[in-house]
């Protein structure tokens, strides 16, 4: 079988579109599937390049947001996007923007099947454009990305039921698979189960956004019992690093944290151990399509808080209501983050739960039922 994958950006650290492709590539590959990638050139020249490389295309007035992002946008070339489509038995298209729904067009004229990954939710892009509440241009948007690209799919694939949920409810027509984007399980799974020890670690990983929203984080401070005890780790870069740096400090000058905030970006390797020191992991995005970041956190041991809102599958992982709080609450946020700080028995109790919680996410399962999802794409 040979997949061809279609995305703007798949080479540049920090990004979660980009992160997802690159482990789904590398796991057909160890399946045996014959696959090439179709992506905008990897800055890096000593790096890996997509098979099928696209020239960068750069947005005027919006690049340097972009680019803080961790993202590019690549240039629609037909002659490679024919020799590509021309090679493959079915086209994977990882995003809903207009490369992709060029690529879905030719596609359909050449004969050869497409499957489509909605690894964003509209609302991911507009915050970053300081219109988190353009509701119209958000319906405008997903609007276009179904008819330019899923509907043309056989297939779409679905990291979370709160994607499918959000398709189905804007008309998208073709058949949805909800399928985890998955990651590692070890055979021999270890649990860190850090126990209470000053300063407490409360540990938070993503892209350092608008709507990560992590300045929640930092406002629950204000409003925590032990906030003089915690050591909070921001992992993650992004446009809003200068921005919660200075509210950090701000907290450390007004005497309610004793110990500065870190910010950093760390390799797989570097952030497992970070993890394991953790006593809590704290996800605050009101957009999300899946978080496995906070899933490979509860991988470790460690107990997550969660906000939940219309738009967060991230609160799929949630045992319980002590690890959920109303998205942007910093006052209920504090309250769970003060509760698991006084409960430390229940908490590595909780912590040998989600860490079981977490093998339904599998990378296996999940890219056998891709391969499966291909399968019937080409048969179809």
Avoid at 105 to 114: E, I, M
Avoid at 178 to 207: D, F, K, S
Avoid at 233 to 241: D, V
Wanted: hydrophobic share 40%; aromatic share 10%.
């Amino acid at each position: 079988m040979k997949v061809l994958v279609v995305c703007n950006n798949a080479y540049m650290r920090g990004n979660g579109v980009c992160t997802a492709v690159v482990s789904l590539v590398k796991r057909l590959r160890e399946k045996g599937i014959e696959v090439r990638v179709m992506a905008c050139e990897n800055p890096d020249p000593k790096g890996e390049q997509p098979e099928y490389r696209l020239r960068h295309f750069k947005f005027p007035f919006f690049e340097p947001i972009i680019q803080s992002n961790g993202f590019r946008y690549a240039t629609y070339s037909n002659r490679v996007a024919t020799e590509a489509i021309l090679w493959a038995d079915v086209v994977h298209l990882c995003e809903g923007f207009p490369l992709e729904g060029k690529v879905a067009r030719l596609a359909q004229k050449l004969g050869k099947p497409c499957v489509g990954t909605y690894h964003l939710f509209t609302e991911n892009i507009m915050a970053n454009l300081g219109m988190r509440k353009a509701r119209l241009l958000n319906y405008l948007v997903t609007l276009w990305w179904r008819k330019a690209v899923y509907d043309r799919c056989t297939h779409v694939h679905c990291p979370t039921e709160t994607v499918s949920q959000y398709l189905q409810e804007r008309g998208f027509k073709s058949e949805m698979r909800v399928i985890t984007n998955g990651m590692e399980i070890p055979a021999q799974q270890v649990i860190a189960n850090t126990p209470q020890e000053e300063p407490i670690v409360v540990l938070c990983i993503g892209r350092l956004a608008k709507e990560k929203s992590q300045e929640t984080l930092l406002e629950a401070m204000k409003y925590s019992r032990h906030a003089h005890r915690i050591q909070l780790h921001f992992a993650g870069k992004g446009p809003y690093l200068k921005k919660y740096t200075k509210m950090a400090d701000t907290l450390v000058k007004a005497g309610t944290l004793r110990h500065t905030p870190s910010f950093g970006f760390y390799n797989a390797e570097e952030l497992k151990a970070l993890t394991r020191q953790a006593y809590l992991y704290i996800h605050c995005a009101w957009v999300e399509v899946e978080g496995l970041s906070c899933a490979e956190a509860i991988r470790e041991g460690v107990v997550p808080v969660i906000a939940e809102g219309k738009l967060t599958a991230t609160s799929q992982f949630a045992l319980d209501e002590l690890s959920l709080f109303p998205e942007s609450d910093a006052r209920a946020l504090a309250e769970h983050i003060d509760w698991w700080i006084e409960h430390p028995e229940e908490r590595m109790v909780m912590g040998k739960r989600y860490a079981e919680s977490i093998h339904k996410y599998n990378a296996e399962d999940s890219t056998r039922q891709i391969i499966q999802m291909y399968k019937d794409s080409i048969a179809r």
